[in-house]
């Protein structure tokens, strides 16, 4: 079955930085798009990136130029590599992919960016 496991989220200072993980597998990974969302507490989910099977990116206008997505598809890996850090990026991260048109989700990993 389709698993996504979310990792590297903490506790981080503005202006600090952060790398999350998605470890995936139960589908092929090189074969789909994969996402970050999050959601700030009282807030929607909101898409923060996604990238194509082919490597195509796209960034929310609020995180462009500080967040960066990549995947490693020989470790059926997907990262968020976060810098300059502001309090409003604090959320829980989810990781999400659709296989065969079915939406999938990991549990979260959660980011604070607080003094």
């Known amino acids: 079955q389709v698993q996504l496991v979310e990792s590297g989220g903490g506790l981080v200072q503005p202006g600090g930085s952060l790398r999350l993980s998605c470890a995936a597998s139960g589908f092929t990974f090189s074969r789909n798009g994969i996402g970050w969302y999050r959601q700030a507490p009282g807030k929607q989910r909101e898409l923060v990136a996604r990238i194509s099977s082919g490597g195509s990116t796209l960034y929310a206008d609020s995180v462009k130029g500080r967040f960066t997505i990549s995947r490693d598809n020989a470790k059926n890996t997907m990262y968020l590599q976060m810098n300059s850090l502001k309090p409003e990026d604090t959320a829980v991260y989810y990781c999400?992919?659709?296989?065969?048109?079915?939406?999938?989700w990991g549990k979260g990993t959660l980011v604070t960016v607080s003094s």
């Open positions: 999400n992919t659709v296989v065969d048109y079915m939406n999938y």
